[in-house]
């Protein structure tokens, strides 16, 4: 709807005294930086110049008092800096993004009725709220609500009201380009060109046109377990960082800081892709991880540790083999939550059942007998993970040395015994106390070799005894190679080597000893490509994070690794069953423009994905008649895409030894600037990249041309959700090479939805 010259003017006049009251804001906040920063130094300088040292271990009070105390007036004023700083940085995200929506809301029984202007931040002018924050309750209609009758949830409770103007604008450089009125869904012009754009290195933030759908997972109540099934480019990625965002803000009050929350994700290129949404949308960036990484962290550093894509693509390359048989039931076996029950059962055994402990001797003294350390383990420190009584215990002998005097007594005994021996000749006590020290550091050594405990030792113990594994296992089906799989487990352990599916159990282990600390810390946790996990990675995930809510974001359709995939989300949610859980599931999806999304989709027959999404080319399956040619086409495709102004494109293939070999092919060719992604890369980098399948996902790119869509390449029935997924990173061409017939994963698509 057109918009009369009289709004264009009020608007305008709006805007600019918004320009005027950040640029004011952005001088005083400039200026009190300045000066705290200013008095900081001074402070700093002061206490230089005046020398406030405390001489090397002096006692004297009142040094100790004036350099604690400078300290903390220094520590103040850059407390004070950073927030300035804060301040300063989130202004200018404001001037470059200043609002993108408003409502006027009617509340019901008061008389005026308020417009609500809604942008990345917020913006207070006196009294005046000249834009509220998108997560603020009231702007959650602006998504949830169209004209009429609308309601938000504050903390003052449930208000009720009418929308009676939804507009939207596209500002930039401190004017309006354009704003019209809508009584439409946000999926209309503003959402339908931010899909048109090409993808950026790093992937944006989507708080001009979040989707209803999308907005009640955002702000979503249930602070204790949500799981959310949603399909290839559903916004599940941008979900979850958003919703970090509302949850950084709905708690901001009660302490919650960005190092509270934790997302995992699938790998550093993609940590490295999703970075900077949570910097563009005004908050510090949350920590990042992978699994593999936690991992790596976690446990000892003498382990040879396997990695997912080692295990990916050795399920890629091995097929039919014996050892691909053992490799894939020892991958399901060892996710499951069977096996999780058989670790368990089996340190409660350790704890309850095995020690018995023999009387501790230093020289001729008895320090603690068999008995009492019974005791202390089962008794006094029962209650605790094993480590924690092996600690404790420590303690107990330690104390035991000091009450039984076995210093002095061991003293005299050494200097008598010196003497009586002529050889030696000393002066002083130094060589007595030098040989007792020796002695106590062999002696502690033992004790501690004696109550400690390694999870590779404990794992090991369990998998190299059949007796003691079946004891455990009883009444738990086994698959039909157990033998098989428990020898190749020790085989490897005992070379220090761990393989993928035996981490999990290696860091339950680890922390049901009490080797790994609880990140109580973390409040919330991100779990994204959800798919990917174990439901004993759950059960990891529950145990170390006690005190987090979780938002678990995924896709059943993209579970690339057949033999390790959580299947069904209920069954998270009863690993959760302490919390409460919702589970929401998204139907809608953004990425790829209509031609794709309808083509992939029956790939997996998958008929309840709705596409939101632009009109674009037909996906094109590519025939070729050798190697060369395959490679002589996929060039001249490149040279098209990237001439119709598409700026990222990727070439598939299965697997990374085939992508390093067409790396090569194309890094000798003139004109193509080409990048591999490798799994040890960090850095995500747009243009034109080679990547293996299972490096591909959660990415996308402006083309994507899949390097070996033939039928022998893609023909187990395993990999078709491989297929589906790497399909679904294109968002405007997707091209399909293959030789003499393409994979059966196409067969069932009619012929009109691709060229
Ligand atoms: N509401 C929205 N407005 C604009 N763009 C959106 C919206 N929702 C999603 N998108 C875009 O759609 C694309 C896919 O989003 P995202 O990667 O978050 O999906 P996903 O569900 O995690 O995908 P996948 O499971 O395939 O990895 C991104 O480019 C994202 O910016």
């Known amino acids: 709807m057109e918009l009369s010259n009289k709004e264009w003017e009020i608007e305008e006049n709006r805007l600019e005294r918004i320009n005027g009251v950040i640029k004011n804001q952005l001088n005083d906040s400039e200026n009190s930086r300045k000066k705290v920063f200013n008095q900081g130094m001074q402070i700093g300088r002061d206490f230089w110049d005046n020398d406030i040292t405390v001489p090397e271990n002096s006692f004297d009070l009142k040094a100790i008092v004036d350099i604690t105390q400078n300290l903390q007036a220094v520590k103040k004023e850059q407390q004070k800096v950073e927030i300035t700083s804060n301040a300063i940085r989130k202004l200018k995200l404001l001037q470059d993004n200043l609002y993108f929506g408003r409502i006027d809301f009617q509340e019901c029984g008061i008389d005026e009725k308020e417009s609500i202007y809604i942008g990345g931040g917020t913006l207070i002018d006196k009294l005046d709220i000249l834009i509220y924050d998108w997560r603020s309750p009231v702007c959650g209609m602006f998504y949830e609500h169209e004209m009429g009758e609308a309601d938000y949830e504050c903390p003052e409770g449930q208000i009720e009201g009418e929308i009676t103007l939804k507009r939207q604008y596209s500002i930039s450089d401190g004017k309006i380009k354009y704003m019209f009125n809508t009584d439409l869904k946000i999926d209309d012009d503003i959402l339908q060109k931010s899909l048109s754009n090409n993808c950026d290195e790093n992937m944006r933030t989507i708080i001009k046109s979040i989707q209803k759908e999308q907005n009640r997972v955002i702000r979503n109540k249930n602070e204790d377990v949500l799981i959310v099934q949603g399909p290839a480019g559903s916004g599940k990625t941008s979900i979850a960082l958003h919703r970090a965002a509302y949850v950084l803000y709905k708690y901001r009050e009660r302490g919650l800081k960005s190092d509270n929350i934790v997302i995992f994700s699938p790998n550093e290129i993609f940590n490295d892709y999703i970075s900077e949404v949570l910097p563009e949308l005004g908050?510090?960036?949350?920590?990042?991880?992978?699994?593999?990484?936690?991992?790596?962290?976690?446990?000892?550093?003498?382990?040879?540790?396997?990695?997912g894509y080692e295990q990916m693509e050795q399920i890629l390359s091995g097929k039919g083999s014996q050892s691909y048989k053992l490799r894939r039931e020892s991958i399901m076996f060892k996710g499951n939550l069977e096996y999780q029950r058989i670790i368990r059962r089996y340190i409660k055994y350790l704890e309850e059942n095995t020690m018995n402990f023999k009387d501790i001797w230093f020289k001729e003294w008895l320090i603690i007998t068999g008995e009492e350390l019974n005791d202390l383990y089962y008794n006094t420190y029962g209650k605790w993970p094993i480590k924690h009584r092996y600690k404790e215990m420590i303690k107990d002998i330690e104390c035991r040395i000091d009450q039984k005097n076995i210093k002095k007594l061991r003293l005299e005994q050494i200097e008598k015994e010196l003497d009586e021996d002529n050889q030696y000749c000393y002066e002083g006590n130094d060589l007595i106390k030098d040989v007792f020290n020796r002695e106590m550091v062999t002696f502690r050594n033992y004790i501690k070799s004696l109550l400690s405990i390694n999870e590779v030792q404990v794992y090991k113990k369990l998998v190299g005894d059949k007796v003691l594994f079946n004891k455990m296992a009883s009444g738990i089906e086994l698959p039909g190679n157990i033998i098989d799989i428990l020898r190749s487990t020790f085989k490897n352990l005992n070379n220090n080597r761990v393989i993928f599916e035996d981490i999990t159990p290696l860091l339950y282990?680890?922390?049901?000893?009490?080797?790994?600390?609880?990140?109580?810390?973390?409040?919330?946790?991100?779990?994204?490509?959800?798919?990917?996990?174990?439901?004993?990675?759950?059960?990891?995930?529950?145990?170390?994070?006690?005190?987090?809510?979780?938002?678990?974001?995924?896709?059943?359709?993209?579970?690339?690794?057949?033999?390790?995939?959580?299947?069904?989300?209920?069954?998270?949610?009863?690993?959760?069953?302490?919390?409460?859980?919702?589970?929401?599931?998204?139907?809608?999806?953004?990425?790829?423009?209509?031609?794709?999304?309808?083509?992939?989709?029956?790939?997996?027959?998958?008929?309840?994905?709705?596409?939101?999404?632009?009109?674009?080319?037909?996906?094109?399956?590519?025939?070729?008649?050798?190697?060369?040619?395959?490679?002589?086409?996929?060039?001249?495709?490149?040279?098209?895409?990237?001439?119709?102004?598409?700026?990222?494109?990727?070439?598939?293939?299965?697997?990374?030894?085939?992508?390093?070999?067409?790396?090569?092919?194309?890094?000798?060719?003139?004109?193509?600037?080409?990048?591999?992604?490798?799994?040890?890369?960090?850095?995500?980098?747009?243009?034109?990249?080679?990547?293996?399948?299972?490096?591909?996902?959660?990415?996308?790119?402006?083309?994507?041309?899949?390097?070996?869509?033939?039928?022998?390449?893609?023909?187990?029935?395993?990999?078709?959700?491989?297929?589906?997924?790497?399909?679904?990173?294109?968002?405007?061409?997707?091209?399909?090479?293959?030789?003499?017939?393409?994979?059966?994963?196409?067969?069932?698509?009619?012929?009109?939805?691709?060229?």
């Open 283 to 307: 908050e510090n960036k949350i920590s990042q991880t992978t699994f593999m990484e936690y991992a790596m962290d976690s446990l000892r550093r003498n382990l040879s540790i396997e990695d």
């Open 509 to 755: 282990i680890k922390h049901s000893l009490g080797n790994i600390r609880n990140m109580t810390h973390i409040k919330y946790v991100i779990i994204d490509e959800a798919q990917d996990y174990s439901p004993f990675q759950y059960k990891l995930f529950k145990q170390l994070f006690p005190k987090a809510g979780f938002t678990i974001l995924g896709d059943i359709n993209q579970s690339i690794n057949p033999y390790v995939n959580t299947l069904d989300y209920n069954i998270i949610a009863n690993i959760f069953n302490n919390k409460s859980s919702n589970i929401i599931e998204l139907h809608k999806s953004y990425r790829s423009t209509k031609e794709i999304s309808e083509f992939t989709k029956r790939i997996i027959n998958n008929e309840k994905i709705i596409n939101v999404s632009r009109v674009g080319e037909k996906p094109r399956l590519i025939e070729v008649s050798d190697y060369e040619d395959r490679i002589k086409k996929i060039k001249v495709d490149i040279e098209s895409m990237v001439k119709s102004g598409l700026e990222s494109i990727a070439i598939i293939c299965r697997t990374a030894s085939t992508a390093s070999k067409v790396y090569r092919d194309f890094k000798g060719i003139e004109g193509i600037d080409i990048n591999l992604i490798k799994k040890e890369d960090e850095k995500f980098k747009s243009g034109i990249n080679i990547a293996p399948s299972y490096l591909s996902k959660g990415l996308e790119f402006d083309g994507v041309i899949i390097f070996d869509g033939d039928k022998h390449v893609y023909s187990n029935e395993e990999e078709r959700l491989l297929f589906y997924t790497i399909c679904t990173r294109a968002l405007h061409r997707l091209s399909i090479y293959y030789k003499e017939n393409p994979t059966k994963f196409i067969d069932a698509i009619d012929d009109e939805l691709f060229i």
